[in-house]
């Protein structure tokens, strides 16, 4: 059960302690809302813009080192810039660089540098792509250059459909040398490259296998396959984050290490009937890839254990190129039509919650943000003692763009005793600005009176129609008392008694509840533990226990588990194998014990039963149930999959909720 941590000091304490104990209180309600941050089943809806026309020829691909210029690149040798991608009608410079020539790739490490490379060899380097002046420089004798990327100044990384990789120090400059290494087949065809800094790069090739270096200007490269002979057509790495690569069949795979020696790879399909031709990462955590049927499909989390993807239609019909994404939640996109399109993640949502904590002279403001995968540029409490507000603290720390609602806070001291004052939060990104409403409290009378701090929790099965009660953790007459419920941290309307009657809008969500005591010292909220509601026994929610996909192979069924990082006591975990429409026929089982954070791969074997089954026809249908631990000490249905048994048996399938069957 986790409380919101009070002064250590009580009400004889000096207001340095009262202050330091605030801002320790305003970190022990970043770390709750870390803990409680719902899990995202995809990126934040983005809003695409009709496309536009810019090019009388099919751009082949786009770079955008900020919102303020764009480059993109055409199969005519044409590089075309702009200096406002954001406007409604962005005005486009085209600069003819390579005649006749297909350019293929480009990449801009800054406004001041930007590199394209073509279909025989060249490079073309600009210090000021938006005056459209571009130097050639001769670096693959004559070969196709497939992908280019710049992470910095200080180097950019080139790969070519041989097998190939070149690399300067100095790219910049026209006549600085590219060095040259050969990391893989030449058949095998190098499609694209990607950086997240200048020592972690990845590149991939025609045959389902990625390269990673973290020293690619010397040359040294380790690959591995990773897409089952499927050709992986592009990759893009976010600076700290992950790399993301997009193959020929739909799917996404993602690796949290891909420059390392021991590089793990998961595969998530994500684009069923498409075939994707460009992704790009942003360090904000969103990824976006599009395909040949211009589709966007979105991830902020890619590489999860469990991954969310959602798609949205942006050109509709049309073969999408390239695409740019930046940071601030602009994703810039080209189609082979010779036209331009862009859009932005909504503007951050933003709740003011009511104070941690008001003393004498010192109160603790908190509120809740969804930066909605963009960084966030500011986000602040504005209060004083009336609606004008006047004075303004910035948040202890700004929220993580892509973990979706966290609870933020900001401690202020010096206020005058037994006096109202007023306060909101505001937050904005580049995409607009967020502002809470308005809450008020009272700051105390008297300091020789100890604050009450509550320790609330939540008594009830977490269930849509079940009654759930608020334990205050109080002293019974010790101080007054209010309520409120919050499902993922907002507070739910109308919602402030003691109890709280679940209802089918909670299905799939955290609930909470909140305790403010009162008393003569001043006021203390604290928030309870999270419960959460299941959707038809399904759990979909963040720190619980996950269930992979199920996979049989050589007479066991193998499903891959991780125990929730908020079970301290460990997971119990109890597996059954049953025939599919067949009644009560079992097939096998387990039960195993995890401990918290575990991750481990559970073989279910088959018995006598389902072995004299198989045999017999050779493929069976079954149902696979996972039951245990949910998190903390709720224990629940945690998935429940169809399996095929059998030589010819796949993954499970999916009940198009994310969730296998």
Avoid at 357 to 380: I, Y
Avoid at 615 to 624: D, M
Avoid at 654 to 659: A, K, L
Wanted: hydrophobic share 40%.
């Amino acid at each position: 059960m986790r409380r919101a941590l009070g002064p250590g000091a009580q009400g004889t304490a000096t207001l340095g302690a009262r202050v330091l104990a605030a801002a320790a209180l305003a970190a022990a309600v970043l770390l709750a809302g870390a803990l409680a941050a719902p899990l995202a089943l995809g990126a934040s809806a983005l809003r695409w813009s009709a496309p536009s026309p810019i090019d009388g020829q099919g751009l082949t691909a786009i770079s955008c080192p900020s919102e303020s210029l764009c480059v993109a690149v055409d199969g005519a040798g044409h590089a075309l810039s702009t200096l406002d991608p954001t406007a409604p009608a962005p005005s486009w410079s085209p600069a003819a660089i390579d005649p006749g020539q297909s350019l293929n790739s480009v990449s801009c490490a800054s406004p001041t540098l930007c590199v394209a490379v073509d279909g025989r060899g060249e490079a073309f380097i600009s210090a000021d792509p938006g005056a459209g002046f571009w130097s050639p420089a001769s670096i693959d004798a004559g070969r196709s250059i497939t992908g280019v990327a710049c992470p910095a100044a200080s180097l950019c990384v080139a790969v070519d459909g041989s097998g190939r990789v070149l690399a300067s120090v100095n790219p910049a400059s026209p006549g600085a040398p590219w060095s040259s290494s050969e990391i893989d087949a030449p058949a095998n065809g190098l499609q694209s490259v990607s950086c997240s800094s200048p020592s972690s790069c990845v590149a991939v090739d025609g045959v389902g296998e990625a390269f990673g270096s973290e020293l690619p200007a010397a040359g040294a490269w380790h690959g591995r396959a990773v897409a089952a002979g499927l050709a992986l057509v592009a990759v893009s790495c976010a600076p700290g984050g992950a790399c993301v690569a997009v193959d020929a069949g739909g799917d996404a795979l993602a690796s949290a290490n891909p420059s390392s020696l021991g590089a793990t790879w998961s595969s998530t399909p994500m684009d069923a009937g498409g075939h994707p031709v460009a992704v790009s990462c942003a360090s904000s955590g969103l990824c976006v890839a599009v395909d040949d049927r211009g589709q966007a499909i979105a991830s902020d989390h890619p590489a999860a254990a469990l991954p969310g993807w959602s798609g949205s239609s942006a050109d509709p019909g049309e073969r999408l190129a390239g695409i740019s994404c930046l940071p601030g939640g602009l994703c810039a996109a080209v189609d082979a039509a010779g036209r331009f399109l862009s859009a932005r993640v909504p503007q951050p949502e933003v709740s003011t919650a009511p104070p941690a904590e008001v003393t004498q002279t010192t109160a603790t403001l908190s509120g809740v943000v969804n930066p909605f995968d963009a960084a966030l540029g500011a986000c602040a409490f504005e209060f004083g003692t009336s609606l004008a507000y006047g004075q303004s603290v910035p948040c202890s720390s700004l929220p993580s763009p892509a973990a979706g609602a966290q609870l933020v806070a900001a401690a202020i001291a010096g206020l005058a005793p037994n006096t109202t004052y007023h306060y909101r939060l505001r937050a904005s990104s580049l995409g607009g600005s967020g502002l809470g409403g308005d809450q008020a409290f009272t700051t105390a009378v008297s300091s020789s009176v100890s604050l009450v701090f509550p320790h609330p929790s939540i008594r009830g099965t977490p269930a849509v129609g079940s009654r759930l009660s608020c334990q205050p953790g109080t002293p019974a007459g010790a101080a007054q008392l209010s309520f409120g419920w919050l499902r993922d941290l907002i507070p739910i309307p109308r919602a402030s008694s003691s109890s709280y009657t679940v209802v089918g809008a909670d299905s799939g969500h955290h609930l909470q509840c909140q305790v403010t005591a009162s008393d003569a010292g001043g006021t203390a909220t604290a928030r309870s533990a999270f419960v959460t509601i299941p959707v038809r026994g399904v759990v979909a929610a963040a720190g619980e226990t996950l269930v992979g996909a199920a996979r049989y192979r050589r007479g066991a069924v193998r499903v891959p588990v991780r125990c929730s990082s908020q079970a301290t006591a460990g997971c119990r975990i109890v597996i059954r194998l049953s025939g599919a429409g067949r009644g009560p026929v079992t097939l096998g089982g387990a039960r195993v014990r995890l401990a918290r954070g575990q991750r481990r791969t559970v073989s279910v074997p088959l018995n006598r039963t389902a072995r004299r089954l198989l045999k017999s026809r050779r493929r069976l249908a079954a149902q696979l149930t996972v039951t245990g631990t949910v998190i903390g000490v709720l224990e629940s249905v945690l998935a429940r999959q169809r399996v095929l048994l059998g030589a010819v048996a796949r993954r499970a399938s999916s009940d198009g909720r994310g969730h296998r069957r």
